[in-house]
């Protein structure tokens, strides 16, 4: 399974941004795709998932009212809208897949995404 990232890029503080992720190649199934990131020096967070079932939302304090996730126009693709971007978001942005029905049910764990994409910068100036 290869998972494709794009849309990343240098923007000003205040600006948008808009990711995308098509994931191809042998069958799987969807349980969930999400976006993560890795700041220079940190550790891997989570910022936005969506739920394959039920189209549900999940981000992380920080980017709600200003991010959102949507499904892509193909199978298994996933945007996500990035409003009034902040020098904060500045990361590497990975999207993943999960691709088997976990028993937490959580869709904001890295742990529990199977396949990942190579990342897309994003970096917002001030």
């Known amino acids: 399974v290869q998972l494709q990232a794009s849309g990343g890029g240098l923007v000003q503080a205040g600006g948008s941004l808009r990711l995308s992720c098509a994931a191809s190649?042998?069958?799987?199934?969807?349980?969930?795709m999400g976006w993560f990131r890795q700041a220079p020096g940190k550790g891997r967070e989570f910022v936005a998932s969506l739920s394959w079932a039920d189209y549900s939302t999940y981000y992380t304090d920080s980017v709600k009212g200003r991010f959102t996730i949507s499904r892509g126009v193909g199978e298994n693709t996933v945007d996500l809208q990035m409003n009034r971007l902040k020098p904060g978001d500045t990361a590497v942005y990975y999207c993943?897949?999960?691709?088997?029905?976990?028993?937490?049910?959580?869709?904001?764990?890295?742990?529990?995404?199977?396949?990942w994409g190579q990342g897309t910068q994003v970096t917002v100036s001030s």
């Open positions: 190649g042998r069958t799987f199934s969807t349980y969930a």
């Open positions: 993943a897949i999960q691709s088997r029905k976990y028993s937490s049910g959580s869709y904001i764990d890295q742990t529990e995404y199977d396949y």
